[in-house]
């Protein structure tokens, strides 16, 4: 068995899922479910296990009430870089803190390829949340075509070394970065333990490159696509898998729970 480094991060993305009401409901039995669970309550009080959801932005902030005191953490699935301004649709990071929020998924694929998010503008956004006290977890990942034609590693250096062009980070910061496979997202074709540990150890290595061997090691490197409590264990016995993002199995609390149980062995 690998010994983790911890913590193991599980992370719910419901994208544009429940509504207020469900938002409620959910988080009064995930804390329901959690409280008759002294093994995963231990974990993450102690930090072994850290839970992270990100429910639609008008949702945080009964999010942060249903939350609040508990080990459950939530966060913004997209932000914008500047602090306020003429920006139809957009939530910057100072409104995300106010409302609880701790962490912000940034260039997730949806955005990417539907919203037309740049290399550059997830860069902008990944600086703002630094320096606005949100952690990013910034998305990463090559479509099929990208696979089929050899170029997994050339995509993640691009979008990667993009990312982090003007960063410069101090060692007591935690890097979060999800290998998405767009090829996973939402199609039940999960990559092979094999597969996503091979990226993400790449990725563990381009940090280590750019940033140095503490940061790299520290840093939180999630696997993310079609994750589900079925195949979860598997992929986080991996040495460089120190989480999961997870989209469709996270809409449930009890499958939720299920994924969050793999990060116990
Ligand atoms: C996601 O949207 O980040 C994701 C991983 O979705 P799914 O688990 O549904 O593939």
Redesign the pocket.
Known sequence: MIEKTTPVVIAG?W?MNHGVKETADYLDKLNHLLSAREDLGRALSEGFVRLILFPPAVHLYIAYIKTEGTPIAIGAQNVHWESKGPFTGEISVSMVTETGGGYALVG?S?RRLLFGETVEMTSQKFVACLKGGVTPVL?IGETDEQRSEGQTEAVLSRQFDGAFREIEVDEKTTLHI?Y?PVW????GNTATPEDAESACRFIRERLSGRFGSRISRTARILY????KPDNARELLSQKNIDGV??????LDPESFLRIADAALS
């Open positions: 993305n994208k997730h949806e998305c999800a998405e996973a997202i939402g199609t993310g696509g079609s994750v993002l997870v989209g469709g199995a996270s």
